[in-house]
């Protein structure tokens, strides 16, 4: 007797291939949008702890997004659409992290614009991310 089981049927290889689908999919459009934004990428000196703060923030940022993401399957249906802005916002905060980045090791200027265009953004998330979080409660 030949036991066959297919990923496709099994609901925990049919939950995990919808896991890596979508960790690899954020990976890729937040990587392929900040490497097509950023063309002419400058490098970091070992001495620039500004610019290291910034790369630091901005990989917090992508490791958060890509936990979000596929940790929305394993909280109740009440908590996904909190899960779900929660990971637009830190993934909208890596992309202005890594231009701020950017432009701190090209010109050594404050990033102040690209800081008010993401907060300008996120915090109207995180306010429907609060309201959300009191709806599920």
């Not at 297919?6 to 392929?32: E, Q």
């Not at 001495?47 to 394993?74: K, P």
Request: charged share 10%; proline share 1%; net charge neutral.
């Amino acid at each position: 007797v030949e036991v066959y089981v297919s990923l496709k049927t099994n609901y925990r290889g049919s939950f995990f291939m919808k896991t890596i689908k979508t960790l690899a999919l954020t990976l890729f459009a937040l990587v392929g949008a900040t490497t097509a934004a950023n063309a002419a990428t400058a490098f970091l000196a070992t001495d620039d702890f500004v610019g290291i703060s910034f790369w630091l923030i901005s990989m917090g940022m992508l490791a958060a997004t890509a936990f979000f993401f596929m940790e929305q399957a394993n909280v109740g249906v009440q908590w996904r659409k909190s899960v779900n802005v929660a990971g637009l916002v830190t993934g909208i905060a890596f992309i202005h992290y890594m231009y701020m980045r950017n432009l701190w090791v090209e010109t050594g200027d404050t990033p102040t614009v690209y800081r008010y265009i993401d907060w300008l953004i996120t915090v109207p998330l995180q306010l429907i991310e609060f309201y959300l979080i009191l709806a599920a409660v």
